[in-house]
């Protein structure tokens, strides 16, 4: 790395210091927080952290009026959205109804409890989930319909998408769609009741199209031995043998399609799938993208992790929610995990039952079914400065990432994903020795391997003469050795 680049980057961490200084987020206290905010380091071993998200209040309908009136408690609410005009739109599903807020959620702008179906006023039944496309069509779940309906902006009914047909379907199926996400062309990715066989996907008609990202199952040699010796009766209660069913689902700006789900192994509770549905997520370091690492085995909430919920929030970040500890995991495109916060509780900041999670406006809010209610959670310094350089790396401007890598160590010293940061940058600016250090700190045995390899290139090429002198007076004494050896054997002969 040049000497002048060395300067300009101790210069901007200066600059960038007096800047955070005077900005008016802080490092929030962990300690004073209702959760734990930790990660895991290589050797998947805790280290806590500074927060990267503090509560920053909650949403109620019991809070909120419409047209004069209280709007009253949600009930049962199942999902959430934001439409790309902001406004934020509410599965309310005991009410059999949705909800439009507006971007601050402060304010109600409509209601929808019935719309016009060629002439007649109809209803909606238990409505669980909702999206909004980009050409601004509302798409929602009526589950106990067993549809799916289809309004414009103006509440008008575009379609409604009932009574998939397929050969591929068993005889007698009842369509009970529970979540969906609509991609750029306007296909329809649905997650239905007790459907095993993937993701069901629609066309712009409404014609069912067939599955996409099918789960499989690996079984062991016994597991595959018993299935073939075991009667009906036990292969239809060895649930390991099953499928797993998606839970949520989001989709990215270029069509990726990320569905979380069940896993009962805790490897991967995430997924991200090409237009063809094949899973191409990263699982970064340690090989995992299914949130805790350690899993406790004597309390209640023993067991792995069971995302329930996913959104992409860009620059290939993603967030999951835990619906069995109430924990968001945040992991970049990589599959590294960022940070972890959140929890189950009573205090402000925590969950009853935690179905849906949403980033608006860079706030992550978190909706409760139990309570009825949205959490709010704003991020801290130390948040902002991870987002901010994943975002850069995402972009590959691994070297403006070094300052806000090095402000990230300032706060938490431990953080090895900033090491590594840092030690990517010296590798494309040329310093292979600086890299070997960060990278080593960071536990990054690729790259250091990489920074290893040049810079021993580098030390090869830049002391290429000495080696050749070396080697040439090596071969010159071995030459005279050689020749007095034989000088000394022939006079002993003679």
């Not at 016009?116 to 209803?123: K, L, P, R, S």
């Not at 769609?177 to 991609?183: C, E, I």
């Not at 010796?229 to 990215?252: H, V």
């Not at 995402?394 to 900033?418: C, I, P």
């Amino acid at each position: 790395m040049k000497k002048g680049w060395k300067i300009r980057r101790a210069v901007s961490l200066c600059l960038l210091s007096l800047v955070l200084a005077a900005a008016p987020l802080g490092v929030a206290q962990a300690d004073k927080l209702p959760y734990d905010c930790y990660n895991y380091d290589y050797r998947e071993y805790i280290h806590y952290t500074p927060a990267a998200y503090e509560p920053a209040g909650t949403i109620s309908g019991k809070a909120l009026t419409y047209d004069g009136e209280p709007l009253g408690a949600f009930v049962t609410p199942q999902d959430l959205c934001q439409a790309p005009d902001g406004r934020i739109y509410i599965a309310d599903t005991g009410n059999h109804r949705v909800v439009v807020l507006d971007n601050a959620m402060k304010r109600v702008e409509k209601v929808i409890t019935t719309f016009d179906n060629n002439g007649t006023e109809d209803a909606f039944r238990q409505p669980t989930g909702v999206f909004v496309s980009e050409s601004g069509q509302l798409y929602i779940a009526d589950s106990q319909n067993h549809r799916v309906v289809v309004l414009n902006e103006d509440g008008s009914l575009a379609r409604i998408i009932e009574n998939p047909v397929s050969e591929s379907l068993e005889e007698g199926y009842v369509f009970v769609p529970l979540k969906l996400a609509v991609d750029y062309a306007d296909r329809v990715y649905v997650i239905a009741q007790n459907m095993f066989e993937g993701i069901m996907v629609f066309e712009t008609n409404g014609q069912f199209a067939g599955f996409f990202g099918t789960i499989d199952v690996e079984l062991s040699l016994w597991e595959k031995f018993w299935a073939r010796i075991a009667t009906k009766e036990e292969r239809a209660k060895q649930q390991l043998f099953i499928p797993t069913e998606f839970t949520g689902i989001d989709i990215d700006p270029e069509g990726f399609v990320y569905a979380s789900n069940i896993d009962a192994s805790g490897v991967q509770g995430v997924r991200r799938l090409n237009p063809r549905g094949e899973d191409i997520i990263k699982k970064g370091e340690n090989g995992r993208v299914g949130g805790d690492l350690w899993i406790d085995g004597t309390t209640e909430f023993a067991g792995p992790s069971q995302f329930i919920d996913v959104v992409y929030r860009g620059q290939g970040i993603y967030s999951c929610l835990d619906r069995k500890r109430g924990r968001i995991f945040t992991y970049d495109h990589e599959g590294n995990l960022l940070y972890i916060f959140g929890g189950l509780g009573t205090q402000l900041g925590t969950f009853s039952l935690p179905v849906a999670v949403e980033d608006i406006g860079g706030r992550l809010v978190v909706l409760d079914a139990t309570r009825g209610e949205i959490a709010s959670f704003q991020v801290t310094e130390y948040g902002r400065l991870i987002n901010e350089a994943v975002s850069l790396r995402y972009e590959g401007d691994e070297t403006l990432a070094v300052d806000l890598w090095e402000r990230v160590l300032e706060l938490d010293e431990n953080n090895e994903l900033a090491n590594t940061g840092i030690g990517k940058a010296y590798l494309t600016a040329g310093d292979y020795k600086l890299a070997m250090k960060y990278l080593k700190m960071g536990m990054n045995r690729d790259y250091y391997s990489v920074a290893w390899r040049r810079y021993r290139n580098e030390l090869l090429t830049a002391n290429a003469g000495w080696f050749l002198t070396a080697a040439a007076v090596l071969i010159a004494v071995a030459v005279i050795v050689k020749q007095r050896k034989k000088k000394k054997g022939g006079a002993a002969n003679g």
